[in-house]
């Protein structure tokens, strides 16, 4: 990757055009120029298309993520009505899937060919020989950074983008050579991002199979006993939270945050806020105490902060816990605390005694250290890994703009 962005690189010469300066060489089309296929999917509802318990998947608009397909909770239809609709609605490698309802402008390149039908919101373009198909895909997906898909919307409580305002759309086309290698600088990006994302993924796995064994089992434990926390080693005890921290709720509101404040301001979200004031100086654990945060927000930190009113605040520890090991474990047990409280399995606010009457294990103060020290060991890899990830999505939007505009040209060998 990195001899494609610094080797071949030109400068640009533009020219006028209908939709104003333009690289010289490059032309403008339409969108409905460059396609050989241009479909809507199955309207699955005027089409009494019939569901099956197993067949062939129709993809939805829900199933375009990150630019790639997961068919994770797909419907599927029979074979013999997969037959009727594949010519149309079958989509081919190398073609390009566009939300076009609710979600709108989000984009896929299709990999390989597979029996599998899209639905109403979605389309599917296939490209003819004016433009390239991958080039296609990025372009369509920087005008949806660009949030240009909004100027193009229909609808009153349910959005939209008809074919006729897509084929209309104004594309900048490089000669093919040229479409190729700006498609393969961003495709050699992407693979970065979906390796490192992979990463991630198998870190957050591992860490979660470690927490488990870790928290439950201890180190090198063989002799284990019941306990209100289910088996736990021989040598542990287990108590209240409230019999080892403090618990409080802050006073402040989400008003109260200020964009370039000097303290962390945690609200209900695992989003950490600005504010000038600070409440409370030391080692903390929070959680939000409704919302959609409820038993899934967590927050730990040793310093100055503020809080809101409807967040709950551990600190002042006993000498027999360590707050990075009660962290670990109170995120991981918590939500399955709170859905006790609750006959339909999820609650939308938390009480103070849903966390003071938690039960938690308690190693020695030793062995806690040792814990919170494996895991804390995983976290800050699978930080340094998001923090690349970030780094190469924010290198990849800053490429399309320059690539997919001509701003910066790329030579062809």
Known sequence: MNELLTKG?????????????????????????????????????ADKVVYERKGIPILQAKHITSGYISIGGAK?????DFAIYKDKYNPRKGDVLLTNIGTIGKTVLVQEDKELLIAWNLFLISVNDKVQSKFLNYYLQRLDGLNFYENLMTGNATKFVNKTSLSEIEILSPPLPEQQKIASILTSVDEVIEKTQSQINKLQDMKKGTMNELLTKGIGHTEFKDSHVGK???????????????????????????????????????????????????????????????GKVFHYINGKFDFHQRVYKLSDFSSKISGRFLFEYFRLNFISQVNKYSA???????????????????????????I???????????????????????????LMQDLLTGKVRVTVN
């Open 9 to 45: 690189i030109g400068h640009t010469e533009f020219k006028d055009s209908p939709v104003g300066k333009i690289p010289k060489g490059w032309d403008v089309k339409r969108l409905g120029e460059c396609v050989e296929r241009f479909y809507q999917g199955i309207n699955t509802v």
């Open 76 to 80: 599927f239809v029979s074979q013999v």
């Open 232 to 294: 736990i080693p021989v040598e542990w005890d287990f108590v209240y939270i409230s019999d080892v921290a403090k618990i409080g709720t802050g006073n402040k509101d989400t008003k109260d945050k200020e964009d370039n404040g000097i303290y962390p301001f945690f609200v209900r979200s695992q989003t950490v806020e600005r504010i000038n004031s600070y409440s409370y100086d030391g080692e903390t654990i929070l959680t939000a105490g409704d919302g959609v945060g409820t």
């Open 344 to 370: 339909k399995g999820s609650v939308d606010s938390v009480r103070m005694e849903m966390i003071s009457k938690m039960w938690i294990p308690l190693p020695t103060l030793e062995e806690q250290l040792k």
């Open 372 to 398: 919170a020290k494996s895991l804390l060991s995983i976290e800050t890899t699978i930080e340094e890994k998001q923090r690349k990830l970030e780094q190469t999505q924010s290198l990849k939007k800053s």
